[in-house]
């Protein structure tokens, strides 16, 4: 079992950055896919991004293209670089380590993100 820390969050202008940091701990890190999801006030959990196999990525249409998503087996961390942020961004963006499906995974707490100016 893998424990999973978010930070990085926090109140951004539109068109700003963030970059958001998952720490993982407990196991073997560079053995797990993993991958970040958002949920916005009153609307379901959304899949946001994931990286396979430390270089296979994959993400959602809204953020392709300002969203970066890599991961640093050393240090056990994986980041969500985003970039060209906007309103709809706003969500609490939590991270997941999994060796199969997202929903069989380990998750984190969350962390917050709003874009507003």
């Known amino acids: 079992q893998v424990q999973l820390v978010e930070s990085g969050g926090g109140l951004v202008q539109p068109g700003g950055s963030l970059r958001l940091s998952c720490a993982a701990s407990g196991s073997i890190f560079s053995r797990y896919n993993m991958g970040w999801y958002r949920q916005a006030p009153g609307k379901q959990r959304e899949f946001v991004a994931c990286i396979i196999s430390g270089t296979n990525t994959a993400y959602a249409d809204s953020v392709a293209g300002r969203f970066t998503i890599s991961r640093d087996n050393a240090r056990n961390t994986m980041y969500l670089q985003m970039n060209s942020l906007k309103p709809e961004d706003t969500a609490v963006y939590s991270c997941?380590?999994?060796?199969?499906?997202?929903?069989?995974?380990?998750w984190g707490q969350g962390t917050q993100v709003t874009v507003s100016s």
């Open positions: 997941y380590a999994s060796r199969g499906s997202a929903s069989s995974g380990s």
